[in-house]
């Protein structure tokens, strides 16, 4: 078994490495994030329209915004959800609750194990909330959602509560903070490109 596939056969069985699970989801989290850990919020309009919006919901879904964004991706069903598993038209499948995934962040040398916690389907909401497993930096849960106003105007929106996993990435905290801001904007960037 190749080291990656070990890594991704360890995650699907691990458990979410933080306990507010959902968190993202309360209206409230900016003023009151679970204990502590930090809450952040970006909105970011990506454009205008229908074909804004169907490109961008493919991109969010199919896990593509993540990898426009830099990273490497490896996937894992989350069991047998072939009847209601949902693709792309290049026939990658979307995300689906319950999948595990081991993201890696462009050359660095550290892998980012997650869980998709949910998955939001609604008329003018898109997207899925994902948490952390042991062996992320992190702890803590994100949230990606494709929004579209009645004007017509479609946004991107991130939702996350994060603290470090362990202490020598406590000493890095200022760090993790500026590089996600700068995922934050490359996912802006990958949505809001010419279809």
């Known amino acids: 078994m190749l080291a990656s596939d070990r890594r991704l056969d360890e995650a699907s069985r ?26 952040f919020e970006r909105r970011a309009r990506i ?8 490109f961008a919901v493919d991109e969010l ?3 593509r915004v993540k990898t426009r964004a830099g990273f490497r991706i490896r996937r894992a069903a989350a069991g047998d959800h072939e009847g209601d598993a ?10 689906t609750p319950g999948e595990t995934a081991v993201l890696r962040p462009g050359i660095l040398p550290f892998r980012e194990p997650v869980r998709v916690i ?3 389907d609604e008329e003018d909401r898109r ?12 702890e803590g849960e994100e949230q990606l959602m494709v929004v579209r106003r009645e004007d017509g105007a479609v946004y991107l929106v991130v939702r996350s509560f994060a603290r470090p996993a362990s202490w020598p990435w406590m000493l890095l905290r200022p760090v ?8 934050v904007i490359r996912y802006t960037d990958a949505l809001s490109r010419s279809i």
């Open 176 to 183: 993790l903070a500026i590089v996600r801001r700068i995922v």
């Open 127 to 138: 997207g899925f909330t994902y948490g952390t497993l042991p062996g992320h930096p992190l």
């Open 118 to 120: 949910s998955v939001i």
């Open 61 to 63: 879904m199919s896990w």
């Open 14 to 39: 691990a458990r979410v490495s933080y306990v507010a699970v959902g968190a993202t989801s309360d209206p409230n989290l900016l003023r009151f994030p679970p204990a502590g850990y930090v809450p």
């Open 86 to 95: 949902t693709f792309s038209a290049d026939g990658t499948p979307y995300a």
């Open 47 to 54: 454009g205008y329209g229908d074909r804004r919006w169907e």
